[in-house]
Nanobody
Framework: QVQLVESGGDLVQAGGSLNLSCAAP??????????MGWYRQAPGNQRELVAV???????NYADSVKGRFTISKAGAFNTIYLQMNNLKPEDTGVYYC??????????WGRGTQVTVSS
C-alpha cells in the first residue's frame, strides 16, 4: 500500500503561517502519478480541494486560499509543500496529501492537523 506522509501541522494564531510537507515514497514514480495536491476536512464538513500541482508545475487553488497559500514541489514529486500565510480560523482542519495517477487511482496520506485560533 502506497503511503504518503504529511508533516507540519500545528496550532497557530490567526494571521500566522505554516508550511506543510508531504513526502512521497519512491514507488510513487512507478505509478504514473501526474497530479499531487492538498485537501482539507473540517469537522462536520466534506473533504475539499485546497491546491493541486501537476508534474509540469501548473497549479490550481481553491478560491478561499488564493493569494495566501502556495503549493510547490521538489524534484518530480519527491516532496510537495503547502506554504500557508495569513491563516484564518476557517482554515482549521485536517490537511491530507493526495497523489492522482493517470489511470484514475488516488493515494492518500493520514493527514496533519492545522488549528488556527482567533
Amino acid at each position: 500500500q502506497v503511503q504518503l506522509v504529511e508533516s507540519g501541522g500545528d496550532l497557530v494564531q490567526a494571521g500566522g503561517s505554516l508550511n506543510l510537507s508531504c513526502a512521497a515514497p519512491v514507488i510513487i514514480f512507478k505509478l504514473n502519478v501526474n497530479v499531487m495536491g492538498w485537501y482539507r476536512q473540517a469537522p462536520g464538513n466534506q473533504r475539499e480541494l485546497v491546491a493541486v500541482i501537476t508534474s509540469s508545475a501548473n497549479t490550481n487553488y481553491a478560491d478561499s486560499v488564493k493569494g495566501r497559500f502556495t503549493i510547490s514541489k521538489a524534484g518530480a514529486f519527491n516532496t510537495i509543500y503547502l506554504q500557508m500565510n495569513n491563516l484564518k480560523p476557517e482554515d482549521t482542519g485536517v490537511y491530507y496529501c493526495n497523489a492522482h495517477s493517470s489511470n484514475g487511482r488516488d493515494y492518500w496520506g493520514r493527514g496533519t492537523q492545522v488549528t488556527v485560533s482567533s
